[in-house]
């Protein structure tokens, strides 16, 4: 047997013990929306403008029980939406949870990664969140998926960062060693885990870490086995991250939380530090930022298969033409104050909330514009916070 199937069938067990995400499943669509697992909004971020089509095939790569491909059923009504898995037992939850809650149109099938040539066809978003980091060659893994990405296509990926998850392979490392021979029986795993938390002092940096950042997760076996006794992990930093991007032959398109990677947040009141940045690359700064900021558990980024068109709306004919429509992944709007697509609360002006409730995916912005007192620039503005989205003449 290969190494390789024998970290799969490690890791098929692992899951078909504790399937996971433990998500309860209901009986209506998921509550709120993940904006990375919407067509619109995500292609928006990566591009700068409304995709033109909506009749797109979604591959939810290494699916687990569901959650993410539920999610990509009720985001995406127009899709064709393609779960795959290691885990049947785990498959069968994210069979049973789409089916009650109506996300009729998943369709899903028992494979590796390594094996996802089976499936017809090519996709035009890839999501892979959380999985390539628990193969034992996570090179080939995105290089596979990579062929499968539609021309045009983005590639949604997350995986885990070493330096937020430093306690946490302390924790992995000792659970190991305390199973010995037991180790691959994540029910005793489990049980040793809890029992180490329970003992050990209170001031203890492990035991405080798991109580800041896991705890209220960790409650359910499931989260507590995937974080502390999985088979197979491997964690990043910035420089092996860009090695695994770079050997998918994809464009890197951008983190999907842009806010945590401006040094200007750590370093603003040095600006003779920010000076001396000046001739470093951009990922030396992300690399600077992550060691200035060691909280980072995960990376969670978008590529892209070539070529992907991007807007440009400096050019101010190109924007007076194209057509805005507020960004379906905020909430309480018609109000001026909203949480935007990342959950994070906008105070509107006056005149932001105006010019949007003019924004009825018919009227261009030239249109528009004689009707309210805005202008191009406060109109840019919006399309960057992603408060309305573009569609070009």
């Given at each position: 047997m290969s190494d390789t199937q024998k970290v799969s069938d490690a890791v098929a067990k692992l899951y078909d013990t504790y399937p996971f995400p433990p998500e309860p499943i209901l009986d209506e669509p998921p509550p709120g929306y993940n904006w990375r697992w919407d067509w619109l909004a995500a292609y928006?971020?990566?591009?700068?403008?409304?995709?033109?089509?909506?009749?797109?095939?979604?591959?939810?790569?290494?699916?687990?029980?569901?959650?993410?491909?539920?999610?990509?059923?009720?985001?995406?009504?127009?899709?064709?939406?393609?779960?795959?898995?290691?885990?049947?037992?785990?498959?069968?939850?994210?069979?049973e949870r789409c089916q009650r809650s109506g996300a009729n149109r998943a369709e899903f099938h028992q494979l590796s990664l390594f094996d996802v040539e089976q499936l017809p066809g090519k996709f035009d978003l890839i999501n892979c969140v959380g999985v390539l980091h628990h193969t034992n060659d996570p090179i080939r893994g995105i290089q596979t998926l990579a062929k499968k990405l539609a021309p045009g296509g983005i590639f949604h990926i997350f995986v885990y960062g070493e330096l937020g998850r430093w306690e946490i392979q302390l924790m992995q490392k000792a659970i190991a060693l305390l199973q010995g021979e037991q180790k691959g029986d994540y029910r005793d795993g489990v049980a040793v885990g809890r029992q180490i938390f329970k003992s050990l002092p209170e001031h203890n940096r492990i035991l405080k870490r798991e109580r800041e950042r896991w705890s209220l997760e960790n409650h359910r076996d499931e989260n507590f086995a995937d974080m502390y006794v999985h088979p197979q992990?491997?964690?990043?930093?910035?420089?092996?991250?860009?090695?695994?991007?770079?050997?998918?032959?994809?464009?890197?398109?951008?983190?999907?939380?842009?806010?945590?990677?401006?040094?200007?947040?750590?370093?603003?009141?040095?600006?003779?530090?920010?000076?001396?940045?000046?001739?470093?690359?951009?990922?030396?700064?992300?690399?600077?930022?992550?060691?200035?900021?060691?909280?980072?558990?995960?990376?969670?980024?978008?590529?892209?298969?070539?070529?992907?068109t991007k807007a440009d709306w400096q050019n101010d004919q190109i924007l007076l033409a194209a057509i805005p429509e507020v960004n379906h992944c905020i909430d309480g709007f018609p109000s001026q104050v909203i949480f935007n697509y990342d959950y994070k609360i906008v105070n509107l002006s006056d005149r932001e909330f105006t010019f949007m409730q003019a924004c009825d995916g018919k009227l261009t912005v030239g249109e528009i514009l004689p009707t309210?007192?805005?202008?191009?620039?406060?109109?840019?503005?919006?399309?960057?916070?992603?408060?309305?989205m573009l569609t070009p003449a």
């Open positions: 928006n971020f990566c591009t700068g403008m409304k995709p033109q089509k909506q009749n797109i095939r979604i591959l939810d790569a290494g699916c687990g029980s569901g959650v993410s491909t539920e999610y990509l059923v009720h985001l995406n009504p127009n899709a064709e939406v393609v779960g795959i898995d290691l885990s049947a037992g785990t498959l069968e939850v994210a069979r992990e491997i964690d990043y930093n910035i420089d092996t991250l860009f090695d695994l991007i770079d050997a998918s032959g994809l464009e890197f398109l951008g983190f999907s939380n842009p806010a945590f990677w401006d040094l200007q947040r750590l370093l603003s009141k040095a600006p003779e530090l920010i000076d001396r940045t000046k001739n470093l690359s951009q990922r030396q700064l992300y690399r600077l930022i992550e060691l200035l900021d060691p909280e980072t558990s995960h990376y969670e980024f978008f590529l892209a298969c070539p070529p992907l309210v007192e805005f202008s191009l620039d406060e109109v840019r503005s919006l399309q960057r916070q992603q408060l309305i």
